[in-house]
């Protein structure tokens, strides 16, 4: 028994490293026959990530950067959550505000950066307020979307054994929508590392947008590719990080992960 | 207490259409009485009626609509490209099991890597044409459509396809009767999705790479610390942001429309 | 019956009309129903689907207003929204139970919610989940649990709050037969244990009968009362006993002829 689990276990493993390892063997053995600088071996790429990112660079530009995010993503859900469930009590007001707030949704986020660099100037203040405001914007809605639509089954639930207040909030109402708003706090998050790139990309002299731009405009093809590779990993490892925290908290709300649809 | 028999006001549609327009009056009102007063300094935002204005003369300047044009042209060319490779393969995989069995895992750990991870080697492969912002593009939302297509071609009720067997529907008829059906709305779902991020994904190619566009506008507005036109090209953004989801949302509905009122994926 | 009764009686339902404010105007959905509820007496509604039996226990519930004010009284007061001593088991336990909390937590948040001290709520949630037989499984998750065994966890619920009167909206209606006559016995011990008055609506009149004390049975919408029937069945009942009893056919014969023929008889 304990042989099978593991061979499972050992498969799944496999499949996930076959295709990457692939492409990686087969992108080392063209890079080295073709000798083109702007694609250099994997070795030549590892060495530049550890350079770059090691040691000094580390606390240069890769803690700036995961702070920013961090900062902006963490106060965009918190005010996010907050908002939404305030719009969803406030039925005008609600219906009010929607066709602004469905204009600044359907915004694409990168594009507030120049605004932002404007006003807020160049710095950690401004990711942070961008990422803060496209989080917010987006817990926000399916926060407000979730609470209306909340079953009608609950809604009696609370009346007949009169649960009010924050009891209301908390114990019966938002866990009703944990998957929809872990769902959403997934998409804001890849939403928040994109922005933070591009913001540090645009207007920024630290960080590793910042860096991975300039390399490459300094023809430092080896840093640059060391950048992409920060800025895969970042997105991959962040959003495993993500599901890791997810899964408990789904199984608790009583619903199988499988059971999420893409909004 | 608690009425839940009467029907409240706001359920009205017309109501709530005029509580909506009333909602983009007051907010254009707020702003526009909070820059006279000297509240909203002007090194913040200009005031609604001067945005307002420089969004009026823009609308005719020649360059702006080549911009506008240019966007749009590389935004859909991009999209279609992307969409046309990705839609047949999720539905080969959707048929496939055995195949999505081994790249499923590899896939879901690809799509969120950050869209703009390929865009200083693709610049400087590829320069800043058409080419560019396609595989800028494709390699934002690729992942998200193929994804969504599988999914949604492998949602369909076990029961459907029993009585596909059971009435010996050859595998043509039921891939157009059976699947694709009961796939659309989900595909239709991940091509909104998509649309969204693509636009997204074209506008920071102008802004990073200097692919010609309203994002390059945006760019040289900002070296020019013209806030004025700052506002008024983000918010044009927006309407294209918008007009797009609306658009998408339609095809959503008409995916939706042969699927009852709960048919689909939420 | 009703108004000679209403000394005793603890619910009294007396010209109760309900008009919804549909999609397509008013739909009147009760029209002048009259019955009452004694002490620790239990009521079953029954009636054609789309009766309104449903309506009318939303309306005790304090969920929907009535068309008028004090059509609804309870120990002589006009219900004015969910009323302490009034508990309810909703139809869907699937909707109405909290998946993310334990059995515990699902039975102590009304009580918490009533401002009641968290080491009494948690003793009388315990005690409530043993007496529907659920003990030692206060830190399951509804979901693990099958769909009768959920609807003890949500019966648990409305008793942990001390009720007077018991609400049952079609409480056995997604469980399978087996499983539904032992909810049934369940539903007559609590009755005999605690005291309580339940009403208990359900579109099964062999259910209603075998339960009941008194069965209303409703005419199509707008519903009007049939006809009230006495159900005087020797204590205590038995699947296996009650069910045979001459009594139990010609009262169910009855009913059924009501529900199924509701023109051919008026009050």
Same mark, same amino acid.
């Given at each position: 028994?304990? *042989? ?11 499949? !996930? ?10 992108? /080392? ?5 073709? /000798? ?12 530049? !990530?550890? *350079? ?5 660079? !580390? ?5 700036? %950067? ?9 106060? +965009?859900?918190?005010? +996010? ?12 007001? $609600? ?27 160049? =710095?950690?203040?401004?990711?942070? %307020? ?21 079953? %009608? ?13 924050? $009891? /209301? ?30 913001? *540090? ?35 991959? =490892? ?7 925290? *997810? $899964? ?7 619903? %199988? ?7 | ?6 029907? @409240? ?121 058409? @080419? ?65 991020? @693509? ?5 920071? @190619? ?61 | ?100 909390? &334990? ?35 206060? &830190? ?54 605690? #005291? ?66 509701? #023109?051919?008889?008026?009050?």
């Amino acid at each position: 028994m304990k *042989e099978i689990l593991l061979a499972v276990r050992h498969s799944r493993w496999l499949k !996930f490293i076959a295709l990457p390892l692939v492409l990686i063997v087969a992108y /080392q053995l063209w890079a080295s026959s073709a /000798q083109s600088p702007f694609f250099p071996t994997v070795g030549v790429i590892a060495v530049a !990530f550890v *350079e770059t990112w090691g040691g000094d660079g !580390f606390v240069e530009n890769v803690v700036p %950067s995961l702070t920013n995010l961090a900062v902006g993503y963490i106060s +965009g859900v918190i005010l +996010g959550l907050v908002l939404g469930v305030l719009l969803s009590r406030m039925t005008v007001v $609600r219906i009010a505000v929607m066709p602004i707030v469905s204009f600044l949704l359907a915004l694409p986020a990168v594009a507030l950066v120049p605004l932002f660099i404007t006003v807020a100037g160049i =710095g950690p203040a401004m990711s942070q %307020s961008i990422i803060a405001f496209a989080v917010t914007l987006y817990v926000l809605v399916n926060t407000v979307d979730g609470l209306v639509k909340v079953d %009608s089954g609950l809604v009696d639930v609370n009346h007949v054994f009169r649960i009010r207040g924050w $009891r /209301q909030i908390l114990l019966v109402l938002l866990p009703s929508i944990a998957p929809r708003l872990l769902g959403a706090g997934r998409a804001a998050l890849s939403l928040s590392i994109l922005i933070m790139v591009v913001s *540090e990309m645009v207007g920024a002299s630290a960080g590793i947008g910042a860096v991975t731009l300039l390399s490459q405009q300094s023809f430092q093809y080896s840093t640059m590719w060391a950048g992409m590779v920060m800025v895969a990993v970042l997105g991959i =490892g962040l959003n495993a990080l993500y599901l890791m925290f *997810e $899964r408990p908290m789904l199984r608790r709300s009583g619903i %199988s992960p499988m059971a999420r649809t893409i909004k | 207490m608690q009425v839940q028999n009467q029907r @409240s006001l706001t359920s009205n549609r017309w109501v709530r259409l005029g509580i909506s327009l009333g909602g983009v009056l007051a907010f254009f009102i707020l702003w526009e009485g909070a820059s006279r007063t000297g509240w909203l300094r002007p090194d913040v935002a200009p005031s609604f009626m001067d945005t307002a204005a420089e969004l009026g003369s823009l609308l005719p300047q020649s360059d702006f609509q080549a911009a506008v044009r240019d966007t749009l042209s590389a935004w859909l060319f991009g999209f279609a490209v992307t969409a046309a490779l990705a839609i047949p393969i999720g539905l080969l995989f959707g048929a496939n099991p055995w195949a999505w069995k081994w790249f499923h895992s590899t896939f879901e750990a690809v799509r969120p890597i950050p869209p703009i991870v390929l865009l200083p080697l693709a610049i400087l492969v590829m320069g800043s044409g058409r @080419s560019f912002t396609t595989v800028m593009i494709g390699q934002g939302v690729f992942w998200i459509i193929l994804l969504q297509v599988t999914y949604g071609s492998t949602v369909i009720a076990p029961v459907a396809l029993d009585t596909a067997t059971v009435f010996r529907v050859g595998p043509w008829r039921r891939y157009l009767i059976f699947r694709l059906p009961s796939a659309a709305p989900i595909i239709a779902t991940g091509l909104r999705i998509a649309a969204g991020i @693509s636009l997204a994904v074209e506008i920071m @190619s102008e802004l990073i790479g200097g692919v010609p566009g309203v994002g390059q506008l945006l760019i040289s507005a900002q070296a020019g610390n013209d806030l004025p036109l700052i506002y008024a090209l983000t918010g044009f953004t927006g309407l294209l942001g918008l007009i797009v989801a609306i658009l998408f949302r339609g095809l959503e509905r008409f995916a939706l429309k042969n699927h009852g009122p709960k048919g689909g994926a939420e | 019956m009703a108004s000679s009764a209403s000394r005793t009686s603890l619910v009294e339902v007396s010209d109760l009309s309900i008009t919804y404010d549909g999609r397509f105007g008013k739909h009147l959905a009760v029209s002048g129903v009259n019955f009452d509820v004694r002490p620790e007496e239990l009521i079953a509604l029954v009636g054609p689907s789309g009766a309104g039996k449903t309506t009318i226990l939303r309306c005790i519930a304090g969920l929907l207003s009535p068309d008028g004010e004090d059509s609804i009284k309870v120990d002589g007061k006009p219900i004015k929204g969910p009323t302490e001593g009034i508990s309810v088991v909703f139809q869907d336990y699937s909707r109405s139970l909290l998946a993310w909390l &334990t059995l515990q937590g699902n039975v102590m948040l009304p009580l918490r919610a009533q401002g009641v001290p968290r080491a009494e709520a948690k003793k009388r949630a315990r005690e409530a989940l043993a007496d529907v037989g659920l003990g030692g499984k206060e &830190t399951w998750h509804p979901w693990q649990l099958s769909g009768g065994m959920q609807q003890r966890v949500a019966i648990a619920r409305g008793l942990a709050c001390n009720p007077r009167i018991l609400l049952m909206d079609e409480p056995f209606a997604s469980v399978d037969a087996q499983t539904r006559m032992d909810l049934e016995d369940l539903v007559l011990k609590i009755k005999n244990e605690f #005291k309580i008055s339940i009403i208990v609506v359900t579109h099964d009149i062999d259910e209603a009968v075998y339960l009941a004390d008194r069965v209303v049975v409703l005419s199509k919408s707008p519903s009007t009362v049939s006809r009230i029937l006495d159900v005087d069945f020797p204590t205590p009942r038995t699947q296996e006993e009650t069910r045979v009893l001459p009594e139990f056919g010609e009262i169910r014969a009855v009913a059924l002829d009501l529900v199924r023929h509701p #023109k051919t008889e008026t009050v």
